[in-house]
């Protein structure tokens, strides 16, 4: 009876019908029972991590300032994330630059930190070729590198080239250099030394990683060149800005190379002057609206990335001995490096001395909830600890007039 029925339902007035496919589809596999099974027995032979420690200055008591709004500042686009790239030479220059357009013309621009940053690999490219693979080709560089690259190539807008792919939240040059660097050591082992050609694929590698950069922008209608964008929208001189260091191993009131690989180049264009005429020149620079592009060492006690301040703890060195002495020493026997590019761009008045505001573009800056972005440096931290700064002829007319006219 029961097969009877079951043939039954298989027959309509047309004959036989056949039964529905079955289809499948992709689907993600999941078997959580398993990936706890993973997860216990990893838990269980792993070794028990212990919490990174770091010996910090203490800051309890300590007058520091607590807001930006405590600050005399100049104008500044809103901090931005150099990402997991090393280029905060380029953000923190660039940065200074769009405040002097605002100084000069009092234009709000945003500049692309990938344009140069694109040409100086280009230089970097060339100078290996040209050096035979003896030249340094790292991240990092030096402030005036943009100054070097603007006047060669130009400048364009954040907008015209960001360097980012769709969607890509963060700059990442690191998979980028570790491509081109191996690249050009190949080149080395193989001596195939063809500018041409190595200048051809660097570029396609960076056209991959960061797109092409534009050879003209649009404004109001007029087609420029990055060159004409740099003239005359932007309205920057590349040749009225100077660099200043403070050191004992050249003498003071000449210029000289700043000796560290970022220098890359071997610039011999860095006013040398004492320390004391070093700080006057930051000081009464941004008490009269002048800003400064400044690089030096960001990896000492006294610098908390919670608390976003900067100072020379006593238990290194007290406030009396900070002079050219103490800092000559860092320099010279490494503990102090030239690691990181920043803007300062404001200051206040303390029992303990002025402060500096400073915009940073690395990732230690967004750990300050108050200010993400920005760190408060104190000026013994400056005067011991950074190395070189970039700024306009204007603020510095007479320590230009002490140098030997060449």
């Not at 402030?143 to 080239?161: E, L």
């Not at 940073?360 to 013994?380: A, K, V």
Request: neutral net charge; charged residues 20%; glycine residues 6%.
């Amino acid at each position: 009876m029961k097969r009877i029925i079951l043939f039954a339902f298989a027959l309509t007035t047309s004959g036989f019908v056949m039964a529905q496919h079955d289809k499948g589809a992709l689907k993600p596999y999941s078997n959580p029972f398993f990936a706890g099974i993973k997860q216990k027995l990893n838990d269980y032979n792993a070794k028990p991590k212990e919490d990174e420690k770091r010996f910090m200055m203490d800051y309890t008591n300590v007058v520091v300032p607590k807001s930006m709004t405590e600050f005399k500042t100049v104008f500044t686009t809103p901090a931005i994330s150099q990402g997991a790239s090393n280029t905060c030479w380029c953000f923190s220059t660039l940065s200074y630059y769009e405040t002097e357009i605002n100084r000069i013309s009092k234009q709000d621009i945003n500049l692309s930190q990938s344009f140069i940053v694109y040409w100086e690999y280009v230089e970097k490219a060339k100078e290996f070729v040209r050096t035979r693979g003896t030249s340094a080709f790292g991240e990092g560089s030096e402030s005036n590198a943009v100054t070097r690259m603007m006047k060669q190539y130009g400048i364009v807008p954040y907008t015209a080239y960001t360097g980012l792919k769709p969607n890509q939240p963060f700059y990442d040059h690191f998979v980028m250099h570790e491509e081109l660097n191996n690249y050009l050591q190949n080149v080395k082992a193989s001596g195939a030394w063809n500018e041409d050609q190595v200048v051809a694929t660097i570029k396609s590698i960076m056209d991959f990683r960061m797109g092409v950069p534009p050879t003209s922008v649009v404004v109001n209608g007029k087609t420029m060149s990055p060159q004409a964008y740099l003239k005359d929208v932007c309205k920057l001189v590349p040749d009225d800005y100077c660099e200043f260091m403070s050191l004992m191993q050249a003498p003071y009131w000449t210029k000289a190379e700043y000796n560290v690989p970022d220098n890359w180049w071997h610039s011999a264009d860095y006013y040398n002057v004492p320390l004391d005429t070093w700080m006057d020149i930051i000081k009464n620079g941004i008490k009269n609206g002048f800003s400064c592009a400044i690089g030096g060492d960001v990896s000492e006690s006294g610098l908390n990335t919670q608390l976003g301040v900067a100072m020379i703890p006593t238990y290194d060195i007290p406030h009396d001995y900070i002079d050219e002495n103490a800092r000559q020493l860092r320099f010279s026997n490494g503990s102090t490096t030239d690691d990181h590019g920043i803007h300062l761009c404001g200051f206040c008045e303390k029992s303990n001395g002025m402060w500096f505001l400073i915009k940073d573009s690395g990732s230690s800056s967004r750990n300050n909830p108050q200010n993400p972005g920005y760190f408060y440096y104190h000026e013994d931290y400056v005067k011991l600890k950074m190395m070189t700064f970039t700024i306009h002829k204007d603020a510095v007319k007479d320590v230009l007039a002490k140098f030997p006219v060449r």
